[in-house]
């Protein structure tokens, strides 16, 4: 499966947006799907996850409260809205996908096969 993230963009402080993650060549059915993101010289960060069948949603600290995933009906589009947002919200987003993970892996990139190519989220002060 082949991953395609959009949606980022600039926006002041205080503003959303959303990003998408749509997976070609198959469906995200059985499949964990992630939000990451990552600065310069930094690792990915985890933000957010999803379990396909809906049941599992995950947060980092950082954005709980503030940041929603979700899944679309035709099993093939990841989303996640991202309201209040901050200048340190800025990173590259990336969304990330991988069946048969258990929910404690959930949080870690090393355990995602498939990624997508980012999308740049700058949020200015």
């Known amino acids: 499966v082949q991953l395609q993230a959009s949606g980022g963009g600039l926006v002041q402080a205080g503003g959303s947006l959303r990003l998408s993650c749509t997976a070609s060549g198959g469906t995200f059915r059985d499949y964990a799907v992630a939000w990451f993101r990552q600065t310069p010289g930094m690792e990915r960060v985890f933000v957010s996850g999803?379990?396909?069948?809906?049941?599992?949603?995950f947060y980092a600290d950082s954005v709980k409260g503030r940041f929603t995933i979700s899944r679309d009906g035709a099993e093939n589009t990841v989303s996640l809205q991202m309201n209040s947002l901050s200048p340190e919200d800025t990173a590259v987003y990336y969304c990330?996908?991988?069946?048969?993970?258990?929910?404690?892996?959930?949080?870690?990139?090393?355990?995602?096969?498939?990624w997508g190519q980012g999308t740049l989220v700058t949020v200015s002060s």
């Open positions: 999803i379990r396909w069948n809906g049941r599992h949603t």
């Open positions: 990330a996908a991988a069946r048969g993970l258990i929910l404690s892996s959930m949080r870690r990139a090393d355990m995602y096969h498939y």
